[in-house]
């Protein structure tokens, strides 16, 4: 297993930028794949992002031109850059790793987009 810890959410006005980051415990090189999720209040959880091990990204339509997934394996760590917020993104994130025999999910972070 890996542990994930998300950092870099908060609130930011329309319009803005945010950097989200997600710290493993140990190496990602080999995970598979790697995602962001978000929830919003009394929605499912989906898919914002994700990114294979060969660098291959995949979007849902209502990030894509707006938000970026990269993945830094020499420091453990996925981002997503988020710009041009709106309010509809206003959800908990989540980053997850799969591969074989792997499921992991982070603890989430908060991303509040209002003025």
């Known amino acids: 297993q890996v542990q994930l810890v998300e950092s870099g959410g908060g609130l930011v006005q329309p319009g803005g930028s945010l950097r989200l980051s997600c710290a493993a415990s140990?190496?990602?090189?080999?995970?598979?794949?790697m995602g962001w999720y978000r929830q919003a209040p009394g929605k499912q959880r989906e898919l914002v992002a994700d990114?294979?091990?060969?660098?291959?990204?995949n979007y849902a339509d209502s990030v894509k031109g707006r938000f970026a997934i990269s993945r830094d394996n020499a420091k453990n760590t996925m981002y997503l850059q988020m710009n041009s917020l709106k309010p509809e993104d206003t959800a908990v994130y989540y980053c997850?790793?799969?591969?074989?025999?792997?499921?992991?999910w982070g603890q989430g972070t908060q991303v509040t987009v209002s003025s």
């Open positions: 990114i294979t091990s060969g660098g291959m990204t």
């Open positions: 140990r190496s990602i090189a080999s995970i598979n794949v």
């Open positions: 997850h790793a799969a591969s074989y025999l792997l499921s992991s």
